[in-house]
């Protein structure tokens, strides 16, 4: 054993401390259409995504003179990869677009959150806490969601807690809140002895009892999630640690006694300059990371719903360093074995000068909170009202969009 195992720090261990004793104790959803037995991801991209460059809408008769010298076609060297003869996938994304052949992925396009300005710290506060405008930092809606889940059958005797999974060192806003979540994040310590974990343990356990269950918990924690020999990789804004940070997350959400829903958050979407390069990186990281989720989750795959979204897009046109600025509609990815994949689902608004938000932007046609909310309610049994009350607030407009769930 070596404490890469373990995260040993007192603020990570403090962070999971709302969650003490729980785990043992997870309650299915009570919503179980079909049999299931749900698990429900989100992956924040932070940054701003480009959409016309990760799904480029390559039937657009406007769309390689916006782009130039970043358009992307479907034939010759690095081709996309093309999708329904008008929206294509960046190269990059082998692993999606196998999902999307075998009916387990889509792309939301044209989407956007309340948010119709141009800060990355607003529009990512709006994505994570779901509130209409920034500034409400205190919870996540998918906090706020599993604190509004009707509980089901215990995978154990005892408890009632449901519970959630934050991934990284810092628990992404989405999921902070009052209902009690687990943090998790790949250890970036040098191994120990291999003693050193049970002296500490038998130290706790005689000095600070609570502090020794904490511990131990941490320690079966990073087993399930990071394996004996597996070292830290990266960081989750590169692509050998995103896909760490997915891989171990999936083990975590594959234990019968585990989490159902957990929140990851990937960073470096920023692409003012040298866009194609970065997102070759950057998407492959993504591809890589939906690959593990489907490897690691097992059976439990089949009843999973992952979704991507990111704050905001990116302008239409090029701009004069290879790269887009802060824009508004974008794409958002969808996969699981629980989603019904193998479409593009837009209402096109279209690149023409008039078409373009501001004169500059994708134009946004489909609230992101609709995507979500359908989601919500398919799979795990979200009650329409609480998500408009409590989950997103003031989003009573906005209806469950239907037909997302297998």
């Known amino acids: 054993m070596t404490c890469e195992l373990v995260t040993p720090t007192r603020r990570a261990v403090l962070g999971a401390s709302g969650a003490l004793f729980a785990w043992a104790f997870i309650p299915r959803f009570a919503h179980a259409a079909g049999g299931r037995d749900p698990r429900f991801i989100t992956i924040i991209l932070r940054g701003a995504l ?30 996309a990869l093309p999708l329904d003869g008008f929206f294509a996938l960046h190269p990059s994304m082998p692993n999606f677009n196998r999902l999307y052949r075998a009916g387990q992925a889509a792309v939301v396009h044209a989407n956007a959150t309340s948010y119709r300005d141009r800060s990355h710290f607003d529009g990512q506060d709006v994505l994570e806490s779901g509130y209409e405008a920034p500034g409400r930092v205190d919870s996540g809606w998918l906090n706020r969601m599993l604190e509004g889940l009707p509980q089901g059958d215990k995978v154990a005797s005892g408890g009632s807690n449901l519970r959630g999974l934050a991934v990284g060192a810092n628990a992404p806003l989405v999921i902070r809140g009052k209902a009690p979540v687990l943090g998790w ?64 997350a999936a083990r975590l959400l594959a234990q019968d006694d585990g989490p159902r829903v957990a929140a990851l958050a990937f960073e470096g979407w920023d692409t003012h300059a040298g866009e194609i390069g970065r997102l070759t990186r950057l998407l492959t990281g993504l591809d890589n990371s939906l690959a593990a989720f489907e490897q690691e989750l097992g059976p439990s795959w089949k009843d999973t719903a992952i979704v991507v979204a990111t704050e905001f897009g990116r302008t239409a046109r090029i701009n004069g360093t290879d790269g887009t600025d802060h824009g508004t509609g974008t794409a958002a ?55 408009a009350r409590d989950v997103f607030p003031g989003s009573g407009f906005v209806a469950p969009m239907k037909g997302l769930i297998a």
Request: charged share 20%; no cysteine.
């Open 50 to 79: 480009d959409g016309l460059t990760a799904v480029p809408p390559v039937g657009d008769p406007d769309y390689e003179s916006l782009r130039q010298s970043i358009a992307m076609t479907t034939n010759g060297p690095n081709a």
């Open 185 to 248: 994040s790949p250890s970036s310590l040098q191994p120990v002895s291999a003693d050193l974990p049970p002296r500490l343990m038998d130290l706790y356990t005689h000095t600070d009892p609570l502090f020794a269950n904490i511990l131990a918990e941490g320690i079966a924690t990073g087993k399930i999630a990071a394996g004996v020999d597996v070292k830290a990789r990266g960081g989750p804004g590169d692509p050998a640690g995103m896909e760490q940070m997915a891989r171990g």
């Open 333 to 387: 990815f969808l996969a699981g074995g629980a989603i019904k994949g193998g479409r593009v689902i837009a209402d096109w608004p279209g690149l023409k000068q008039p078409q373009l938000r501001d004169g500059r932007d994708l134009a946004a046609t489909t609230d992101l909170r609709a995507v979500i909310k359908g989601i919500a309610v398919d799979l795990l049994g979200a009650s329409p009202a609480t998500l």
